[in-house]
T-cell receptor
């Protein structure tokens, strides 16, 4: 059973701080990793994807992947109250079915 | 505007009454899928389709059917809904599913209540 684990939170950070969200996965063969943001009552929105070890930056967001340790993280710099949402980690393994496995999400609260 | 459109957004129905939730995308995506989202359980895939006439089961297919007769449409059918199918449902689509983004676009969601 493939598992993707996230701390449910809530993670509370002050405005302007760095928010660090973590995700671990059980299938060592996983190769594609995705972060989605979901506001309450809304649909998930893809914000980052990463395939290679290391860091990938996009604006205030940085995804970090460490396949040896089987974790992927999302850093949000200069956090804003509008970043308050649930962040979902998703993992896909190549071959066979194309079913991505989602974590249950981490709730982030950015307070002014 | 690129989008995935689901209908209806909200639905209350009774046990056993067949219903269909429609999903349509205007991006010419090959890959489409259906999820349900339940508190504490996260997003779970019901069915997915890699192209027209090609569908396959996800993690929780029991009680659901799908069809993919056209590239843009991927309806979800509940032949005999039961209360345990009360959930928030999302349709999603993606242009690339190998080496590219997973479900890059989600529909607005359908909140289904079965009484």
């Amino acid at each position: 059973q493939k598992e993707v684990e996230q701390n449910s939170g809530p993670l509370s950070v002050p405005e302007g701080a760095i928010a660090s969200l973590n995700c671990t996965y059980s299938d060592r063969g996983s190769q594609s990793f995705f972060w989605y943001r979901q506001y309450s009552g809304k649909s998930p929105e893809l914000i980052m994807f990463i395939y290679s070890n290391g860091d990938k930056e996009d604006g205030r967001f940085t995804a970090q992947l460490n396949k040896a340790s089987q974790y992927v993280s999302l850093l949000i710099r200069d956090s804003q109250p509008s970043d308050s949402a649930t962040y979902l980690c998703a993992v896909k393994t190549p071959g066979g079915s194309y079913i991505p496995t989602f974590g249950r999400g981490t709730s982030l609260i950015v307070h002014p | 505007e690129a989008q995935v459109t689901q209908n209806p957004r909200y639905l209350i129905t009774v046990t056993g009454k067949k219903l269909t939730v429609t999903c349509s995308q205007n991006m010419n995506h090959e890959y489409m899928s259906w999820y349900r989202q339940d508190p504490g359980l996260g997003l779970r895939q019901i069915y997915y389709s890699m192209n027209v006439e090609v569908t396959d089961k996800g993690d929780v297919p029991e009680g659901y059917k799908v069809s993919r007769k056209e590239k843009r449409n991927f309806p979800l059918i509940l032949e005999s809904p039961s209360p345990n199918q009360t959930s928030l449902y999302f349709c999603a689509s993606s242009l690339s599913f190998l080496g590219g983004p997973t479900e890059a676009f989600f529909g607005q969601g359908t909140r289904l209540t079965v009484v």
